[in-house]
Each structure stands twice: as C-alpha cells, then as structure tokens.
T-cell receptor, first 116, second 108 residues
Framework: EAGVAQSPRYKIIEKRQSVAFWCNPI?????LYWYQQILGQGPKLLIQ????????DSQLPKDRFSAERLKGVDSTLKIQPAKLEDSAVYLC??????????????FGSGTRLTVV | RKEVEQDPGPFNVPEGATVAFNCTYS??????FFWYRQDCRKEPKLLMS???SGNEDGRFTAQLNRASQYISLLIRDSKLSDSATYLC?????????FGAGTTVTVRA
C-alpha cells in the first residue's frame, strides 16, 4: 500500500513570500489532516477534512493560511504571506474514516519549511 | 494549561536499563490514548494504544490513570534502537492532540 505522499520535502523562502504544499493521502482514505510541527514541539492540528468538507479549522491562522481538498482526494496548504514563525515541518496525515482516525493515522514524511 | 504535557527529558540510559516517563492530559472527557514514536527528522508513527487496564507490547508497557489524568510508558531492557522522541497522544472527538514529546537516548 502506498503511503501518504507529500511534496516538496524541503522549501526555503523569504518572509512575505508565498508557499504551497501538496499532499496525496492513501487511496480510499476519507479523512485528511494538516499538522504544523515547530522544532521541539508536538504536531499541532491546523485543519481536518472529511472528503472535501472541512471538519475543523479552528487552529488555522486564516489571515495567512488556506487549505483545500478539491474532489476529496489530494490537498494543498498555502501560506501567504509567510512569517519567520511559520518555519516548521508541515505534516499531512490520513485515515480511512473519521471514526478510524485514532487507530489508523498515517503520516506523510512532511515538508520542512524555512522562512528567512 | 496545555492539553497534553510531557516531561521533555532527555532520558539518557544505558542499554538494558528500564526507563519510564509520564504525561498528563487536561480534558477528563478524552476518549482514547496513544503513544507515538518519532525518530529524528521523521514522521510520528503509532507505537501503541493505552488502555485503562494497562497493556504490554513486548518490552513496552503503557498505563492509563483516568482519575489522575496521566499516562505512562515503560521501556524494559532498552535497546539502542529505542532512541527516539516519544509523543503522548490524546483523542478528543476523533482529533488527536500531541504532547511535545519525551526524548530517550540509549547509550552503548
């Protein structure tokens, strides 16, 4: 079974620039999550999708972050404009269904963003 | 107060030693609990679920104390390959909240 695919693996941008990350979940997984992991901290949930609908985006800084999951498959997370404090690893995870989430999370390898 | 709090460590132990650490959670209504393992520059991976009755998986033992709202992980007969950050994870309404992690380093 192919895992959760994320790209790019690394990205370096200057502050105030824009950046986008892409995630392709495991085939058939209805639930998709974006997490932000700052160095030395645990992953923090940014947004959760069930198919192409948003379940929870309460911790997404909506003034600069946006995410979409058109057609309920792959997803993109965008930051515009980036700040220095956005430097982090952005992890995508998927699970078969919402109720399976706790036991069936699979994370992608993440995108490491450095804002200079 | 943070949702999940952990002792960051690091715990530096020799091979063969036993190491144990806890985490506490703030929401008494949390439904389920897990330990994830994260290697350096890698993604988190599920290590084990945690049940009220306590459970073992080989050299790993997890305990849950709902009354005191803490979870523990014990590693027996530590191996070099156990060196990692261990994340305490709490499920609230199908959303996982992660602690900052406890770093364990096993030395030869």
């Amino acid at each position: 079974e192919a895992g959760v695919a994320q790209s790019p693996r690394y990205k370096i941008i200057e502050k105030r620039q824009s950046v986008a990350f892409w995630c392709n979940p495991i085939s058939g997984h209805a639930t998709l999550y974006w997490y932000q992991q700052i160095l030395g901290q645990g992953p923090k949930l940014l947004i959760q999708f069930q198919n192409n609908g948003v379940v929870d985006d309460s911790q997404l800084p909506k003034d600069r972050f946006s995410a979409e999951r058109l057609k309920g498959v792959d997803s993109t997370l965008k930051i515009q404009p980036a700040k220095l404090e956005d430097s982090a690893v952005y992890l995508c995870a998927s699970s078969l269904d919402l109720r399976e989430a706790p036991y069936g999370y699979t994370f992608g390898s993440g995108t490491r963003l450095t804002v200079v | 107060r943070k949702e999940v709090e952990q002792d960051p460590g690091p715990f530096n132990v020799p091979e063969g030693a036993t190491v144990a650490f806890n985490c506490t959670y703030s929401n008494s209504a949390s439904q389920s609990f897990f330990w994830y393992r994260q290697d350096c520059r890698k993604e988190p991976k599920l290590l084990m679920s945690v049940y009220s009755s306590g459970n073992e998986d080989g050299r790993f033992t997890a305990q849950l104390n709902r009354a005191s709202q803490y979870i523990s992980l014990l590693i027996r007969d530590s191996k070099l390959s156990d060196s990692a950050t261990y994340l305490c994870v709490v499920n609230n309404d199908y959303k996982l909240s992660f602690g900052a992690g406890t770093t364990v380093t096993v030395r030869a």
